[in-house]
């Protein structure tokens, strides 16, 4: 079985988000990069704090046990996860003009979630299993 890789998410909010200029098209791409970043921190989750995250309510959950992590690399990651949620919520959600802006921090934020992933596995502050 091949596993998901949720960093594709990433490629195609790039694509998204060149594809056009649209509004629709632009608030896809900040979605895709949050679950970009989401399945991979969920997943770095469930190895580093030995715990299975439920589903209900598993957004919120996970980023208040980064942020209550007592490592502040894993308060950092909760941190800057729950600052692409919001920029996700707002384009699901909200009816007010999107920024060109918004759409740009959140790839830039998905990038560096994935630089602290890269560097808490190669300097885990926990034992992984």
Not at 54 to 61: D, E, L, V
Not at 107 to 121: H, N, S, T, W
Request: net charge positive; with cysteine; glycine share 4%.
């Amino acid at each position: 079985m091949t596993v998901f890789d949720w960093k594709e998410f990433y490629n195609v909010g790039n694509h998204l988000k060149s594809y056009s200029k649209k509004e629709a098209y632009q608030r896809s791409a900040i979605c895709r990069y949050y679950y970009s970043c989401f399945g991979p921190v969920k997943n770095y989750y469930e190895k580093s704090f030995r715990k299975t995250l439920s589903s209900k309510n598993a957004h919120i959950k996970l980023i208040n046990a980064l942020k209550k992590s007592p490592f502040f690399e894993e308060q950092k990651l909760g941190e800057k996860l729950a600052e692409l949620r919001k920029n996700r919520n707002f384009a699901d959600y909200k009816t007010g003009k999107l920024s060109k802006k918004l759409v740009i921090d959140s790839k830039l934020d998905a990038e560096e979630i994935f630089q602290m992933l890269d560097e808490l596995y190669k300097n885990p502050v926990r034992v992984m299993k």
